[in-house]
């Protein structure tokens, strides 16, 4: 059974960058699954961030694409979100999550608030 | 992009209630819609998947149906453990979620 955790900064200022790593354990970000990230603002509802695959492949959402970056690191077994020029309005908890065509593995969320 | 609309928004039910939860989407999408549970303060699970089937581990009175633009969540007898949020969820990029469904047991 795979298993996500993220980890990183829980405050960040506005205008900076916010960056996230999932650790993954009980397999491999080397297998073919999608390694994704979703958010959830306070009280709100799931929005999809973006995702990539072991071979170099990555979806961004179009919302969103021209400040995340997605990347992977086999010798770490882990994967990274950062998103830069961030305001008020990205406060939320960050999943980290594996996809096949759904997700089937979260991890636990990790809150990030930007305030100065 | 795809949008999908659930309802209702809200729900109050009595235990043992049958419930349906809809899902409609945007523009047709096969069977590539996948439902999830939200208990307050954790993460989703997933509890369907491509519409109709079920996944290991999640109890047999939750099942669904549809296919195209309309889905349905059923969760038959229900039981006080399935007072949460449930979202669907569509696999064609940008991946979208609905604005959710709160059951809230009476």
């Known amino acids: 059974q795979v298993q996500l955790q993220e980890s990183g900064p829980g405050l960040v200022k506005p205008s900076g960058t916010l960056s996230l790593t999932c650790a993954v354990s009980g397999g491999s970000v080397s297998s073919t699954y999608w390694w994704t990230w979703v958010r959830q603002p306070p009280g709100k509802g799931l929005e999809w961030i973006g995702e990539?695959?072991?071979?170099?492949?990555?979806n961004y959402n179009p919302s969103l694409k021209s400040r995340v970056t997605i990347s992977v690191d086999k010798s770490k077994n882990q994967f990274s979100l950062k998103l830069n020029s961030v305001t008020a309005a990205d406060t939320a908890v960050y999943y980290c999550?594996?996809?096949?065509?759904?997700?089937?593995?979260w991890g636990q969320g990790t809150l990030v608030t930007v305030s100065s | 992009e795809i949008v999908l609309t659930q309802s209702p928004d809200f729900q109050s039910v009595t235990p043992k209630e049958k419930v349906t939860i809809t899902c409609r989407a945007s523009q047709s999408i096969g069977s590539s819609l996948h439902w999830y549970q939200q208990h307050p303060d954790q993460s989703p699970k997933l509890l369907i998947k491509?519409?109709?089937q079920s996944i290991s581990g999640v109890p047999s009175r939750f099942s669904g149906s549809g296919s195209g633009t309309d889905f349905t969540l059923t969760i038959n007898s229900l039981e006080a453990e399935d007072a949460a949020t449930y979202y669907c969820q569509q696999s064609t990029t940008p991946y979208t979620f609905g604005q959710g469904t709160k059951l809230e047991i009476k």
């Open positions: 999550t594996r996809r096949i065509a759904y997700l089937d593995s």
């Open positions: 491509y519409a109709s």
């Open positions: 990539m695959h072991p071979s170099g492949s990555t």
